[in-house]
Nanobody
Framework: QVHLVESGGGLVQVGGSLRLSCAAS????????MRWYRQAPGKERDWVAT????????SYDDSVKGRFAISRDNAINTVYLQMNDLKPEDTAVYYC????????YGQGTQVTVFS
C-alpha cells in the first residue's frame, strides 16, 4: 500500500527558504520518478517539479525554475524540495506524488509566505 508523508512546511517571510521532505513507503521507491505538486486556496493542484529514478533528470515549472530544487535519497525512500527566495504566490499546500500511483497524494504540507 502506497504511503506518502510530506513534512517541512511552515510560515516563512518573503525571500526565505524551506526544505520539504516526502517519506515514501509501500512500493519500490528507487524505480519510480517522483513529483511535487501544490494547491493554492481556491485553485487546482499544479505540477511543480519532477525527478527521475536516479536523479539524472529534473524538470520544473517556469514559476519556480531557478528558485526550487528537487532531489531524492533512494537509500531512505525520501524526496525533497528545497525552496529558496520564496514569494507570496508560493503559498500553497505541497504534495508529493509517484508514477507508481499517479492518482494518490499524501496529506500535504502547508507553506505560507508572508511579506
Amino acid at each position: 500500500q502506497v504511503h506518502l508523508v510530506e513534512s517541512g512546511g511552515g510560515l516563512v517571510q518573503v525571500g526565505g527558504s524551506l526544505r520539504l521532505s516526502c517519506a515514501a513507503s509501500g512500493f519500490a521507491f528507487r524505480n519510480y520518478a517522483m513529483r511535487w505538486y501544490r494547491q493554492a486556496p481556491g485553485k487546482e493542484r499544479d505540477w511543480v517539479a519532477t525527478i527521475n529514478t536516479f536523479s539524472a533528470y529534473t524538470s520544473y515549472d517556469d514559476s519556480v525554475k531557478g528558485r526550487f530544487a528537487i532531489s531524492r535519497d533512494n537509500a531512505i525512500n525520501t524526496v525533497y524540495l528545497q525552496m529558496n527566495d520564496l514569494k507570496p504566490e508560493d503559498t500553497a499546500v505541497y504534495y508529493c506524488n509517484t508514477n507508481f500511483r499517479p492518482d494518490y497524494y499524501g496529506q500535504g504540507t502547508q507553506v505560507t509566505v508572508f511579506s
